[in-house]
């Protein structure tokens, strides 16, 4: 049996992530992936892509991946433009307003999960099992994991990020609350008429949000929520008829949409763990909270439990043994279990507001369509609540 500091079960972004980081603070991590995240291409872009926020933009950046991302695709944006197709009125966010350089970062999914995924590799602190599985694990003062592979591991903490469908999850018997939208996104990228200006366009219809986010080939990456129906029908209509519904439902901002990538859809709900720790386990990112997508926060808040939990540990150490805990646990107890309310509260609160920002404007009943236009205009003049928005999109 090989023993750690600390196992992350899953090697997406948020695993990925939370295994360097604490690497590079001193612990002795375990990494377990059932397989490669697929490597960025040049040649084609991933149509999943990340409104990265400032903060999380520090912590690839003290992770040292930040360099090799920025030098492949990727674009700052300095403004959102918010609006309701309904009610009128348009919210409008700038980076100024905070005398910041942007408000964030859009960036293709696996150029993150790639720049983590080579740079752990090189890290002489990190143990990767992979191609390899959790098939059990047990706990009493430590955890002890067993690999599908054979392979054993003890380890001071287990954190599972192994997705909306953790095995970790569901082997410590943690429930989850569930809710089903009826809905899908379906994302492409498509060129258009004028330029992006470096903008996050959203607008809301009565079917979903309708996102427009800036690329830096002069293309936008769109995240159109729909009915699935409708969302079937869009999926398999030709390219010239998708342009025009796409453009009509956008209220032509950037003009025409002229050409639009190879489009998919990927079905929304909402889970919310009941707890994010049990003992020395404890979830992070989809494991334990996915959010409706239209303010493009699951990746960010998944980073800030990773960033939550390095705050906790300490950046760094000096003395492993001087960190010992009485009962033989490099990491107290107490402390992350005043991880986990934080982290819980912050995730539960973020998910019920997108759902119901979602709920309130999209539908076309009259009284929601009467006061949501007033809150984007009241939002739009009045200081405190445009630096509270300000701070959710690029900070909180």
């Not at 592979?149 to 569930?178: C, F, T």
């Not at 936008?220 to 129906?229: A, G, M, Q, Y």
């Not at 759902?355 to 929601?368: G, H, T």
Request: hydrophobic content about 45%; overall charge neutral; glycine content about 6%.
């Amino acid at each position: 049996m090989k023993s750690f500091d600390i196992a992350v079960i899953g090697a997406g972004i948020v695993g990925s992530c939370a295994a360097l980081s604490l690497a590079r603070a001193g612990y002795r991590v375990a990494l377990v992936e059932a397989h490669e995240p697929k490597a960025w291409s040049e040649a084609v872009a991933d149509l999943r892509v990340v409104a990265l926020a400032n903060d999380n933009q520090k912590l690839l950046e003290n992770c040292g991946v930040w360099e090799k991302i920025a030098a492949r695709r990727i674009q700052a944006y300095t403004d959102m433009r918010v609006w309701d197709a309904a009610a009128g009125n348009e919210l409008h966010l700038s980076a100024s307003q905070q005398a910041r350089e942007s408000l964030g970062f859009i960036i293709e999914n696996n150029n993150i999960a790639d720049a983590l995924w080579q740079a752990l590799k090189h890290e002489n602190k990190i143990s990767c099992f992979c191609p390899d599985k959790l098939e059990s694990i047990e706990q009493e003062n430590t955890v002890s994991i067993r690999l599908q592979s054979g392979a054993l591991i003890k380890a001071d903490l287990v954190l599972g990020a192994d997705g909306a469908s953790s095995k970790v999850r569901e082997l410590i018997g943690l429930q989850s609350d569930k809710k089903d939208y009826g809905q899908r996104a379906v994302v492409a990228y498509a060129k258009t008429e004028f330029d992006h200006q470096n903008t996050a366009w959203q607008r809301f219809l009565p079917t979903g949000p309708l996102a427009f986010l800036p690329c830096s080939d002069g293309r936008c990456s769109i995240v159109w929520t729909l009915p699935n129906e409708e969302a079937e029908r869009l999926l398999h209509c030709d390219e010239e008829s998708f342009c025009r519904e796409l453009a009509r439902a956008f209220d032509a901002r950037l003009g025409n949409v002229t050409e639009v990538s190879q489009r998919v859809a990927f079905p929304l709900q909402r889970q919310l763990s009941k707890q994010m720790l049990v003992g020395r386990i404890a979830l992070i990112g989809d494991a334990a909270h996915t959010v409706h997508p239209l303010a493009g926060q699951g990746v960010n808040l998944g980073l800030r439990d990773v960033a939550a939990l390095l705050d906790l540990l300490g950046e760094a150490k000096s003395s492993m043994e001087n960190l010992k805990q009485k009962n033989g646990n490099l990491i107290s107890q107490h402390k992350l279990e005043r991880w986990a309310r934080q982290r819980i509260s912050e995730n539960t609160v973020a998910a019920y507001s997108f759902e119901a920002i979602n709920r309130v404007f999209s539908n076309d009943d009259v009284l929601p369509t009467l006061l949501r236009g007033h809150a984007l205009g009241i939002a739009n003049f009045l200081s405190p609540v445009r630096s509270f928005l300000l701070r959710q999109a690029s900070d909180s």
